[in-house]
């Protein structure tokens, strides 16, 4: 049974990793969506954080069904809901179509990460849970480099319908593992309170606000820069052509793989969750001020910077254990969703604004069809994943340090 057990945390995993295949696909087939439907920067930018309105948006009642039913069926069916919702995506002719298949695919992959974690805090020893936490997000950012230069050559070769369609096939793998060997707890250790109550109480903390504003700090460069506007800066900014950029940003999502298990293991060694997170904020904000205003960079410059800023970004992945060390046990993943919710939410936030804030800056050229926007505007809109990067750090300075202890709440 512990193998089985050790499998289904794996699959788990696996799911959060194609979870963030889906994620960034929009990254790199930006030009060809476009042409295809007709619109600019801010629509493609809303098309992209549609996916983050039905994440973020889950996040809260995934946490309390899987507190009050577990894992495995809510988290097959979901995997199956990112079928369907691919499926839509790659057939609608048209924006409207194409928004609801993402909108799907985000609250179905909701499960994904809280699911990873719910299984991790549910069959392992407390001590591991960062470790383990860390694990998942790292099998996260590798979907994430899967997600872009990989996956660009998938677009190029099937064009971006196609490209789609062939996530949905992917799909249907991640629902049979997640069947076959994840286990829920036995049904008298899940919470009996009733769910409303359990929110409540999870978010009368003040703990769980400032975790959860921190973590969106960590999250802004990754989601708004990495995973949607960072390959077309490139582009334009360097003069490369977009597998190349797409090349470069990934290496922020190797710096989260790298930098996930290692803080969250290095975090449940040291006894401290506050000084990881408030060291991996400052050093994405140095990074990203870095990649943002010193000129003349080179690309191995650029790599290593996003490399950093994805390391530091990863010290996120303390802050749900620390949410959940600041709530009841039988409300774990209740708080796990909370935080999760307004983490994910920045792509909600920053994928539209700073495409909002591009087309402010637009000065009216245009190449086949698509926006072109100059190196100053990108440099404009993009400072405001600095700008959150600084709130998210001034937020894990006020936390309170759990000394990885659990809550004694009950």
Known sequence: MPALHLFGWATSALFFFYAWILRVAPSVMIDEMMRDLGVGGAVIGHLSAVYFFGYAGSQVPIGMLIDRFGPRRLMTLAALGCVAGCAIFALSPGISGVVVGRFVIGAAAAFSLVGAMAVAGLWFPARRFALLSGLAMMMGMLGAMVGQAPFRLVVEALDWRGAVFALAIGGLVVAIAVWATVRDRPREARSSAPMLAGLAR????????LIAIAGLGTTGPLLGFAGLW???????????DRTAAASITSTMFLGWAVGAPLIGWASDRIGRRRSPFIVGLAICIVTMSAILYVPDLSVPSLMALCFLCGFGGASQIVGFAAAREN???????TAIGVVNGLVTGAGALFQPLLGWLLDLNWKGEMVAGARIYDPSAYRIALSAVIVGCVVGFLCALAMRETYCRPSDQQ
């Open 202 to 209: 999870v978010a009368r903390s003040r703990q769980t606000w």
């Open 230 to 240: 960072g390959v077309p800066y490139f582009v334009t900014t360097l003069g490369i």
């Open 327 to 333: 709530n009841p046990p039988a409300l774990s993943a």
